[in-house]
């Protein structure tokens, strides 16, 4: 058995590597390893945001911070008031690496190069003395005795996976930082911690619609949707507003995606088969659409107009438009004046609350999310410590934690990064 380490690290994402260096510099001389299952650390960094990493997002009110993660807002309020996006930003440029912020909000390293990131990282981490091993598996971890420590140790098992070899680690600190590995839930179930089951968290609708057909691509920049239950009642969901898309197997676009996100485990729940509430024209209600569409119908010289052929309701897409004129039963041979009243608010509640069918999901790219994890209730967010194993702590997305895309991912994985950072060598 090798001389026992200060700090062992399990998991070499971007929460692993941020704690790994603040716990060997705020304790210099502390010997602080990194173990790694694959053949190269930070591979997330690199390929997300298309491989530009996607750092951050510029939102610096914790209060409003915590609204972009569905599970875990109560428990980062007090997290994100000690290290948020500003601390992020100022981290990142101490050590060379400005950041911008897009239009949107979110925010890249001014590189537009996910290596950037990848690289200060492992910079910080090799020059504050913490090593770093590759290709590494952690395969069980129980505590032992300690003769003259009040804390127990913790044995690591573990195998290389190049030659196989096998061997146990001691470490006073131990951090998991290991996402939803399989093998690590079972761990910490064995140590006595409770695991949220993991369900996809960020996914688009798969939504087969003769309404929605030919029309992928298209996209609404303001869209409202809401999850019905299987009787056609609204669900306990809250509704979602924001850029909606148009795609060759359903709805995508950021309110498609936080809308599953909210409704994750409802959803799962429910074998991905639930109704759909659309919007087109948000914030438009039916009663001032009714009374818009009846407005413009008795204008002078709107009446002998062809609707399918005049959209109204700007930036709705003129081919959308006509598809959901058709739907409410007007035909391009009808001019306004024959339009009735039924048709008029059918054609109202396929603008403002049109019927959808969801019948499975798809992934959203490399962006993949789960929630799930180790419940929040038994980790001390002031240090990501265990309430149940003195010298056991966590980080990033092991926790039951997810955030909306736009970099709140990262921001809480460099926040409880940081935060377990501060105390693995207190």
């Known amino acids: 058995m090798r001389n026992p380490y200060d700090v062992?690290?399990?998991?070499?994402?971007p929460a692993g590597f941020f704690a790994a260096i603040r716990a060997a510099e705020e304790q210099p001389g502390a010997r602080v390893l990194i173990i790694e299952k694959t053949r190269h650390v930070l591979g997330?960094?690199?390929?997300?945001?298309g491989g530009r990493c996607n750092v951050t997002h510029a939102c610096f009110d914790p209060a409003q911070l915590v609204g972009y993660y569905p599970r875990g807002a109560a428990a980062l309020r007090g997290a994100f008031s000690r290290f948020q996006p500003a601390d992020t930003v100022r981290w990142f440029e101490s050590r060379g690496v400005p950041l911008k912020t897009e239009e949107d909000g979110r925010m890249f390293?001014?590189?537009?190069?996910?290596?950037?990131?990848?690289?200060?990282?492992?910079?910080?981490?090799?020059?504050?003395?913490?090593?770093?091993?590759?290709?590494?598996?952690?395969?069980?971890?129980r505590t032992v005795s300690a003769e003259g420590e009040r804390a127990p140790r913790f044995a690591v098992a573990i195998r290389w996976s190049e030659t196989g070899v096998e061997e146990t680690l001691q470490?006073?600190?131990?951090?998991?930082?290991?996402?939803?590995?399989?093998?690590?839930?079972?761990?910490?179930?064995?140590?006595?911690?409770?695991?949220e089951p993991h369900v996809p968290s960020l996914f688009t609708f798969n939504i087969p619609d003769p309404r929605l057909e030919e029309l992928a691509g298209l996209s609404?920049?303001?869209?409202?949707?809401?999850?019905?239950?299987?009787?056609?009642?609204?669900?306990?969901?809250?509704?979602?507003?924001?850029?909606?898309?148009?795609?060759?197997?359903?709805?995508?676009?950021?309110?498609?995606?936080?809308?599953?996100a909210w409704g994750a485990r409802w959803l799962y729940a429910n074998q991905y088969q639930a109704g759909l509430l659309v919007n087109w024209v948000y914030p438009l209600t039916f009663e001032k659409v009714l009374e818009n569409l009846q407005n413009y119908k008795e204008t002078a010289g709107n009446n002998r107009k062809k609707p399918g052929a005049n959209p109204l309701f700007d930036p709705l897409p003129a081919r959308l438009w006509k598809r959901l004129t058709e739907f409410a039963g007007i035909s391009e041979s009808q001019n306004w004046a024959d339009v009735s009243k039924p048709v008029m608010r059918k054609l109202a509640e396929e603008l403002t609350g049109g019927r959808y069918q969801i019948t499975g999901k798809g992934q959203f790219k490399d962006e993949f999310v789960t929630c799930g994890g180790l419940r929040?209730?038994?980790?001390?967010?002031?240090?990501?410590?265990?309430?149940?194993?003195?010298?056991?702590?966590?980080?990033?997305?092991?926790?039951?934690?997810?955030?909306?895309?736009?970099?709140?991912?990262?921001q809480s994985a460099w926040t409880t990064g940081w935060l377990a950072g501060g105390a693995l060598t207190a």
Do not use: Y
Not at 110 to 137: H, K, P
Not at 176 to 194: I, K, R
Not at 389 to 401: H, K, N, Q, R, T
């Open 171 to 195: 470490t006073r600190s131990l951090l998991f930082a290991t996402g939803s590995d399989a093998n690590t839930q079972s761990m910490l179930s064995e140590l006595g911690h409770t695991i």
């Open 220 to 260: 609404v920049p303001k869209a409202q949707l809401r999850l019905l239950s299987g009787d056609g009642s609204k669900s306990e969901i809250a509704p979602q507003v924001g850029p909606l898309l148009i795609t060759h197997w359903g709805l995508s676009g950021p309110v498609a995606l936080r809308t599953s």
């Open 376 to 410: 929040l209730d038994e980790v001390d967010f002031k240090t990501m410590q265990s309430k149940k194993i003195p010298g056991l702590f966590f980080a990033g997305e092991v926790l039951d934690i997810d955030g909306l895309t736009g970099g709140f991912n990262f």
């Open 8 to 13: 062992i690290i399990i998991g070499g994402g």
């Open 44 to 49: 997330k960094v690199l390929i997300s945001g």
């Open 109 to 141: 390293p001014v590189s537009n190069e996910s290596v950037t990131i990848a690289g200060c990282l492992d910079e910080a981490a090799r020059g504050a003395g913490v090593t770093i091993w590759t290709q590494v598996t952690a395969r069980s971890v």
